[in-house]
């Protein structure tokens, strides 16, 4: 069955720090995976998605990710992190014709 | 401008009451769908419906219930069958050739 498991509920970074926030996947076949924001009290908003074209995937507001096979990952990373970053942020993968969402990780940014 | 749109944003339901909450869109998309959100716990699928007249049940379907008559409109029912209704409601649509899923601002739904 395709999962996506992410690591770590809260991350909290400071302001011009790196952003790295952990998605792992289970699947039998090469998926399709996506990185969605969500800012409090709003729906989400597609940041990236991955669809076998190239292992590495950049998306809007700066972020980026990296299929890695060998590891089942895809975590998404950001350079330098500002304050408007703050948010939750979900991993999914396409399962047929739904969507499955990760648990979500909050990510914190101080000043 | 295209978009989706829920409503209402905030909606209280009695002990034994039915509830709906709507969703619109007029970005022509063929597929909807009705995620349900709680703390922790990320989103989980409801109900999801690829073309007019048709929907199928996604992970926790048990006490809702979905029609969908029109293409643009996939409105959710919460039923007093469904003990446990507090949540943020997230609707979302998809072009069938399209990765890129649309989500509504949401619909907090809570108890009285």
């Known amino acids: 069955a395709q999962s996506v498991t992410q690591l770590g509920s809260h991350v909290s970074v400071s302001e011009g720090a790196l952003v790295l926030l952990r998605c792992n996947y289970s699947?039998?076949?090469?998926?399709?995976l996506f990185w969605y924001v969500q800012y409090p009290n709003q729906g989400l908003q597609l940041l990236l998605k991955y669809t076998s074209a190239a292992t590495l995937v950049k998306g809007i507001n700066g972020f980026e990710a990296e299929f890695k096979k060998s590891e089942t990952s895809f975590h998404l990373t950001k350079p330098s992190a500002h304050m408007s970053d703050a948010a939750e942020y979900f991993c999914?993968?396409?399962?047929?014709?739904?969507?499955?969402f990760g648990q979500g990780t909050e990510l914190s940014v101080k000043p | 401008d295209g978009g989706i749109t829920q409503s209402p944003k905030y909606l209280f339901r009695k002990e034994g009451q039915n509830v709906t909450l709507s969703c619109e869109q007029n970005?022509?998309?063929?597929?909807m769908y009705w995620y349900r959100q709680d703390p922790g716990q990320g989103l989980r699928l409801i109900y999801y419906s690829q073309i007019v007249n048709d929907f199928q049940k996604g992970d926790i379907a048990e006490g809702y219930s979905v029609s969908r008559e029109k293409k643009e409109s996939f409105p959710l029912t919460v039923t007093s069958a469904q003990k446990n209704p507090t949540a943020f409601y997230l609707c979302a649509s998809r072009g069938l050739l399209d990765e890129k899923l649309f989500f509504g601002s949401g619909t907090q739904l809570s108890v009285l």
């Open positions: 699947s039998s076949v090469p998926p399709y």
């Open positions: 999914a993968v396409r399962k047929g014709g739904k969507l499955i």
């Open positions: 970005l022509n998309h063929d597929a």
